[in-house]
């Protein structure tokens, strides 16, 4: 089993900038994907960010060069730093990693971005 708890969520205002945590325990998740969703009011979950084992990484275009994740596997945790920041990007955000084919979801942290 896997736990996955997101951080570092909160208010800030357009042009601002937060680090959002997703910190893993029950097992290491060093040799897995974690990927970076979010859900806004009324809309579907959507992709955001993930970095491989190998720290390779990928974004949605509405955010490249705004958001940067990262791992670091000392601490078993995958960041989103986010800057930039856009009313639109307002949402729940979730952290998500699959472990040996089962897929383990946060319980997710809330953005507000204010213009």
């Known amino acids: 089993q896997v736990q996955l708890v997101e951080s570092g969520g909160g208010l800030v205002q357009a042009g601002g900038s937060l680090r959002l945590s997703c910190a893993a325990s029950?097992?290491?998740?060093?040799?897995?994907?974690v990927g970076w969703f979010r859900q806004a009011p009324g809309k579907e979950r959507e992709f955001v960010a993930a970095?491989?084992?190998?720290?390779?990484?990928y974004y949605v275009d509405s955010v490249k060069g705004r958001f940067t994740i990262s791992r670091d596997n000392a601490k078993n945790t995958v960041y989103l730093q986010m800057a930039s920041l856009k009313p639109e990007d307002t949402a729940v955000y979730y952290c998500r990693a699959i472990v040996l084919n089962t897929i383990y979801w946060g319980r997710g942290t809330q953005v507000t971005v204010s213009s």
């Open positions: 029950g097992r290491t998740i060093s040799n897995y994907a």
């Open positions: 970095i491989s084992w190998s720290r390779a990484t």
